[in-house]
């Protein structure tokens, strides 16, 4: 019974009277103090179905402020519209060239004289060079010739020193060291006995060949003469010593070769040294160099030695004293704008930031410390345009009529690039502080 009481009243609680609701929620009170409640599941019903027809109402309200917003901002941004005009300036190249002088005892830049100063520095080194030479190292074989003496009648004979010795068979000749003596053969009994001596003797020629075995030896010089069958030799040991060796040599080249890299090693080191110590701001040419001397020598060798053409080295040492030539850039790039600027159009400008300076030194430098130059220079030079001239021209001005005034209004600019604020602008503004213009090159 309770149970029906309860969903009857819950069903009917919206459309009861006042008073009849508030007996009612006494006796509720009076029931649920004597069981436990639940919960009330159709309040929460009622709460959600409120929220759900709320939700939709919010969504139009927030929708219709965001397009009124978008709206005001559209007219506004079309009210005010902006324009970015970026123009590149066409540049003309100039170029310049003069004769300028470097001098010491220049103390400030004048229009064809930058000063300069001397930096002077010397080094030294030695260093150990391959020697690439070639000798030969000769000999001549020596040996000992029995000379007999068979000349009837008996007869003492000499041969004078370097008296020739032909071997058998006419190959080798070999030459008396000393004066040669020969006693008279002795007769014994009717019965001659030669007289017979040493004599030492060498080849006539240098190498191995003539290290011949034993041998037996005429006068090649008595021929034509009784004597020349008389006067024999012969040898009972081997020739030797006889040799052509190949050695190596430090030669001329060799030394001209040193010479020449040493110098070269030794000047790197002088402009390297100078570079490290240049003072800031100042400009090392190395064709600025004044060469005060060079001071060059080698280790004494023997003009052949035992060793190897590829093992045989020699050391050089070499001093290289000398001074450099410096100046500061900056004045020569100050003379080169100087000119630049006399040389160009009253109505252009140059831009400094595209300077470039090239030079050649005119032969040597003086050891009173001056040298000449040959000055290249070049730099862009532009017609200056004033933006606040080209804002009042183009206000509320579409695209294509921007153009056409500045093609004939402003030729010295070229490849405009427009961006108009919002996107659907057409035209210029007409407030000039809304129009932006900016120059590149």
């Known amino acids: 019974m309770k149970k029906v009481i309860d969903i009857i009243s819950d069903e009917n609680e919206t459309s009861k009277p006042v008073w009849l609701q508030k007996n009612e929620g006494k006796r509720k009170k009076l029931v649920s103090s004597k069981r436990p409640a639940k919960p009330a599941q159709k309040s929460k019903k009622k709460h959600l179905r409120k929220r759900r027809l709320a939700l939709p109402q919010i969504s139009i309200v927030v929708l219709a402020l965001m397009v009124a917003s978008l709206a005001f901002l559209a007219v506004w941004f079309t009210l005010n519209p902006k324009l970015s005009l970026t123009l590149r300036q066409k540049q003309i ?8 002088e470097l001098n010491v ?49 008996p007869t003492a004979l000499s041969l004078v020193a370097n008296t020739r010795f032909l071997s058998s068979g006419g190959s080798k000749i070999f030459r008396a060291v ?29 190498g191995e060949e003539y290290n011949i075995g034993p041998s037996k030896f005429v006068v090649p010089g008595l021929a034509g003469g009784k004597l020349y069958f008389t006067i024999v030799g012969e040898s009972s040991s081997a020739m ?26 030794l000047r790197d080191l002088f402009l ?13 040419d190395e064709r600025n160099v004044l060469e005060d001397d060079f001071i060059f020598s080698c280790s004494e060798l023997a003009a052949t030695s035992q060793a190897k053409a590829e093992d045989l080295s020699f050391n050089c040492s070499g001093k290289f004293i000398g001074r450099a030539l410096i100046f500061k850039m900056s004045d020569l790039e100050d003379i080169a704008m100087n000119l630049l600027n006399e040389k160009k159009e009253a109505w252009q400008d140059l831009r400094s930031d595209s300077l470039q300076v090239s030079f050649v030194p005119k032969g040597v430098v003086t050891q009173s410390g001056r040298l000449n130059l040959s000055l290249l220079a070049g730099a862009k030079a532009y017609q200056k345009i004033e933006p606040s001239a080209l804002q009042k021209q183009i206000i509320n001005k579409n695209q294509a009529e921007i153009e056409q005034i500045l093609s004939s209004q402003f030729p010295q600019t070229e490849k405009p690039q427009f961006k108009f604020w919002p996107f659907w602008v057409k035209k210029a503004p007409s407030i000039i502080n809304n129009i932006k213009i900016y120059l590149t090159f």
């Open 105 to 153: 005892s220049q103390a400030t830049s004048t229009a064809k004289t930058i000063p300069a100063q001397f930096l002077p520095a010397f080094v030294e080194k030695t260093s150990t060079f391959q020697a690439t030479g070639v000798a030969f190292e000769d000999t001549k074989a020596e040996g000992i010739i029995k000379v007999y003496n068979n000349s009837n009648p």
């Open 240 to 265: 030797v010593g006889g040799a052509r060796k190949e050695v190596g040599q430090v030669s001329l080249a060799d030394k001209n070769k040193a010479q020449s890299d040493l110098y070269k090693t």
């Open 93 to 100: 190249p100039l170029e310049i060239s003069a004769e300028l």
């Open 272 to 284: 390297t040294q100078l570079k490290e110590t240049i003072p800031d701001g100042f400009i090392l």
């Open 178 to 206: 000393e004066k040669v003596v020969l006693p008279a053969p002795t007769i014994n009994n009717g019965k001659m006995t030669p007289s017979v001596i040493n004599v030492k003797v060498a080849a006539q020629e240098v």
